[in-house]
């Protein structure tokens, strides 16, 4: 504690160092003042000195103290998003491994069904062909009896042959000349049908277990307060979930974007809106600023308080008159044509189109109480080549 206390020395004049040059900017004493050295000089007491020389760290120190809490914030934001990144793979590895097990269920139950049908048709045919061969083994038993009994007769010594020889004809012309069957027709196991296309069979058997949707919403650009469906078809708004802040993720919407986008061709897809309160349903524009409240580069359609309306902000909502409640919604996006459709399904009647020049990719936009991508339907067409 002393030597903290201790006062420094001048190292030319041995005296207390209790002035400070701004000049040469270090410690002085009173003789070095007046030296020739430090003619002209901006001399200051030590004490002021060391005051704006800390004032002066400080403000050169708050920079780089704003920069580290920052890093420190985007480091531990970045370590929740390591972590979200193993809980999104290990959410993933499950439903992977879901459908596998769904799918090794269908080929064990096919396969199981599969063999069934063979083990009966051949217990079938199997039991057929040895009726038969019980009956002609019976009737053959019976004629080798009569053959052997009359062959004995024949190699009788004459006297005893002659004395058998009525009866023995007697029984040759009674006993039955045997009937031969000839094999029929499809005794034989239909190997066609059982191993016949066998692999696109059971494949377009499995149309009755899958479904497919035009489009897979993105979890990646979900608000914080949706939770999406396993197979990431529906939305549900409920409780936040502290979730990265990555660029793709909208916020303060509620709403989630498809993980397909188009710059050309047409496309449509069919969304169930049910009994939701509030919705809106359309597309965004690639470069639609997903921050904050402002949203350009927006063509969709909602309801919200009772109200149906179509919105391309910048440009004032716009009312629509609907005769009945909407439930289930057809999109179709013409990009090349720059038009936005709305149908409802349930009356195939027109809803409105909203027109545009579409110049960049256009992704499905959706936000709703709940939601749903309603599936399309499986056809399997076989044509020649």
């Known amino acids: 504690m002393a030597s903290r206390t201790k006062e420094a020395l001048c190292s030319l004049h041995s005296e207390k160092l209790k002035l400070f040059c701004l000049d040469h900017d270090q410690p002085v004493c009173h003789i070095c003042r007046d030296s020739e050295r430090h003619t002209n000089h901006r001399i200051r007491p030590i004490d ?12 050169n120190l708050e920079p780089l103290k704003k920069r580290l809490k920052l890093g420190r914030k985007v480091r531990d934001e970045f370590d929740q998003t390591a972590e979200h ?9 499950r439903r992977i491994k879901e459908q596998f097990k769904k799918f090794q269920r269908f080929l064990a139950e096919e396969e199981e069904a599969r063999l069934a049908a063979l083990w009966e048709e051949e217990e079938q045919k ?7 061969i019980e009956t002609l083994s019976r009737e053959i038993s019976a004629l080798s009896d009569t053959v052997r009994a009359t062959e004995e007769e024949l190699e009788a010594d004459d006297i005893s042959f002659l004395s058998v020889y009525k009866a023995a004809v007697r029984r040759v012309q009674r006993c039955p000349l045997l009937d031969v069957p000839q094999l029929p027709s499809g ?13 696109f069979s059971i494949w377009s058997n499995m149309k009755d277990i899958v479904s497919y949707t035009p489009l897979i919403l993105d979890p990646n650009t979900a608000d914080s307060n949706l939770s999406l469906s396993k197979d990431l078809t529906s939305m549900r708004l409920g409780e936040k979930h502290h979730l990265p802040y990555n660029p793709e993720r909208s916020d303060g919407w509620s709403s989630v974007l498809s993980s397909q986008a188009w710059d050309s061709g047409n496309h449509s897809w069919d969304v169930d809106v049910g009994d939701s309160s509030f919705w809106t349903l359309g597309v965004v524009a690639e470069s639609a600023q997903r921050k904050g409240d402002a949203r350009s580069g927006l063509l969709v359609i909602g309801f919200f308080e009772g109200e149906y309306k179509a ?17 289930r919604i057809r999109v179709n996006l013409d990009w090349d044509k720059g038009k936005l459709s709305f149908l409802d399904l349930d009356t195939n009647a027109y809803i409105h ?12 936009f959706f936000v709703a109480i709940e939601i749903r991508i309603l599936p399309m339907k499986i056809f399997v067409i076989k044509q020649q080549l």
């Open 85 to 93: 990144i193993k809980v999104q793979a290990q959410h993933t590895e």
């Open 187 to 199: 005794a034989l196991i239909d190997q066609a049908k059982h191993r016949g296309n066998l692999a």
């Open 48 to 59: 002021e000195a060391a005051q704006k020389k800390r004032r002066e760290l400080r403000e």
């Open 126 to 132: 199997s039991g057929m062909i040895n009726r038969k």
């Open 311 to 327: 919105r391309s902000p910048p440009a004032p909502a716009t009312k629509l008159v609907v005769d009945r409640k909407l439930r």
């Open 353 to 364: 189109t909203l027109t545009h020049t579409f110049n960049e990719r256009m992704f499905p």
